[in-house]
């Protein structure tokens, strides 16, 4: 008796059809822009209208690419763009023109050693084991730049580990650092959801000294924690130093704008393995006991 097979599908796949579009035969019809695929239609994708379909879009390619990669948790890196590998502190201050550039660099190359820290860390979260089902913890997430960013980045290539890059468009020409995965490296048009990825997934967080951007990032995330629109995660503040002259945390408190408990949301380190140490036992407190 012959097996009965159904198939698995009756349409075409969208791929299949959008090489038939492509193979059509040209008149004032079909080489109008009316009669493009709408999902080949680039003019009609970025119309002020399609906004709403583009936040999709921009949700879900991460999303399938991290599902795809089997990444279960991710370990984020915040950090400044313009603090000098330790190798390369010397050019910057070589590059100062006078005395105030000179001091501005003196202060980053001091924080070059930064640089090695987020690398250090990097190493230890990418070592962590699979799960039962496959799935990857704490990979090395970053917003795929140069200095912490690439630091982070290297530390997981240092270990043979893949990581994540969430670089944006911005008006000044950039590219990926070359330490990104290159299957893992991701581009976004919107800041607000390339913030929304760096959360999704994150199980821990660093944040290392940093400007506009690292604060935008690293408050965001402390606001999401204070209002419960979050469950807790370690979040880690390197260099207690540098953030206790940028950002009065007490001052908030006394202010009354502020929980004194709120700043437990956060916790001041200074090495790599005290960061990594803070987070094992952050999820070794919350395992039940058997």
């Known amino acids: 008796m012959t097996e009965t097979r159904v198939p698995a599908r009756v349409f075409p796949r969208a791929k299949q059809d959008a090489e038939t579009a492509r193979e059509s035969i040209s008149t004032p019809q079909t080489e109008n822009p009316a009669y493009r695929l709408a999902f080949q239609d680039m003019d009609f994708l970025l119309r002020e209208d399609l906004r709403p379909v583009r936040f999709q879009l921009e ?8 599902d795809e990669a089997h990444i279960g948790s991710t370990f984020v890196f915040y950090g400044s763009a313009r603090i000098p590998e330790p190798d390369k502190a010397q ?30 860390l990097a190493r230890l979260a990418s070592n962590f084991p699979r799960d039962e089902s496959g799935r990857r913890h704490f990979v090395v997430c970053s917003g795929g730049g140069p200095s912490i960013m690439e630091a982070a980045n290297r530390g997981a290539t240092d270990v043979h580990a893949d990581s994540i890059g969430l670089n944006i468009v911005l008006p000044h020409e950039q590219a990926p650092n070359p330490y990104v995965t290159p299957s893992l490296s991701m581009q976004f048009h919107y800041f607000a959801l390339r913030k929304m990825h760096f959360l999704l997934h994150a199980r821990a967080l660093a944040a290392f000294p940093g400007g506009f951007g690292t604060f935008d990032e690293l408050f965001e995330l402390l606001t999401l924690i204070q209002t419960g629109k979050i469950a807790r995660i370690p979040v880690l503040l390197f260099g207690r130093e540098f953030w206790q002259r940028v950002v009065n945390f007490d001052a908030l408190v006394e202010e009354g704008v502020v929980s004194e408990k709120d700043l437990d949301i956060f916790t001041y380190v200074e090495t790599a393995a005290e960061g990594w140490s803070v987070v094992q036992r952050f999820y070794q407190e919350q395992t039940p006991k058997v």
């Open 59 to 66: 949700l879900l390619k991460p999303q399938l690419l991290l």
């Open 91 to 120: 050019a910057l201050l070589d590059l100062a023109t006078d005395e105030k550039g000179r001091r501005i660099a003196e202060r980053l190359v001091a924080k070059s050693h930064y640089y090695e820290m987020a690398r250090e």
